[in-house]
């Protein structure tokens, strides 16, 4: 067990929808990362979040966001979906903002878009 | 930039047989290097990680990297193969201390013949 948590575990919906994952960090935790795993792109780093701040960006679509609250669990919102964005989505965490460091990562929450 | 590649998709070893899986980098900044293994249906976990010093790094469950800066290069192993090992293993660099860009290379799938 990582300490870091995700819900939901499975979730899904219809193209067109809109969905929100979460995480909670492991305590201490400021860095907040979200990546997406899927067959075809392998795991893709889309969002780093330190400190409610938002950090680095990588291959984050427009159609999604994410943010993290002042208690430092940080939510990814994920709309307009299209079968393509069907993948597991994990999120990590880290203690400060710097890449080198450990990341600890979720069990991840699987997406189905139909 | 930041890029990883890893040799071979799927590597099979026989129980008690040396694990070799190779990952080499490009980056335009002395990089940090990291070994995940993710095991089936779970998250990502560090085994091992370079980022200044002995470029022989030793990790958790027996596994060894050697940073060769001349050959890009931070292959994992491990002398002896257990059952326990079949994962997929991901090598991914990160650009530094400050670094905002972190990429994953895709992924190397051990299995592990009885």
């Known amino acids: 067990d990582s300490g870091v948590t995700q819900t939901p575990k499975h979730l899904i919906t219809a193209t067109g929808q809109r969905v929100t994952l979460r995480c909670s960090p492991r305590?201490?935790?400021?860095?907040v990362y979200w990546y997406q795993q899927s067959l075809d792109q392998g795991l893709q780093f889309l969002i780093q979040?330190?400190?409610?701040?938002?950090?680095a960006k990588g291959n984050i679509l427009e159609r999604f966001s994410a943010q993290q609250f002042p208690d430092l669990h940080s939510e990814l919102n994920l709309s307009s979906l299209e079968l393509g964005d069907s993948a597991l989505y994990f999120c990590?965490?880290?203690?400060?903002?710097?890449?080198?460091?450990?990341?600890?990562f979720g069990p991840g929450t699987r997406l189905t878009v139909l | 930039a930041q890029s990883v590649t890893q040799l071979g998709s799927h590597v099979s070893v026989s129980e008690g047989a040396l694990v070799l899986l190779r990952c080499n980098y490009s980056s335009s900044v002395p990089p940090y290097l990291f070994w995940y293994v993710q095991y089936p249906n779970q998250g990502l976990q560090l085994l091992l990680k370079y980022t200044t010093g002995a470029t022989l790094v030793k990790g958790i469950n027996g596994f060894e990297a050697e940073f060769k800066k001349s050959e890009t290069s931070f292959h994992l192993t491990k002398p002896s193969a257990h059952m326990s090992d079949a994962a997929e293993y991901f090598c991914a660099v990160s650009d530094g201390p400050r670094g905002q860009n972190f990429v994953f290379g895709p992924g190397t799938r051990l299995s592990v013949l009885p």
């Open positions: 979040y330190y400190n409610g701040e938002e950090r």
């Open positions: 990590a965490s880290s203690v400060d903002q710097g890449t080198y460091n450990e990341q600890f």
């Open positions: 305590s201490g935790d400021l860095s």
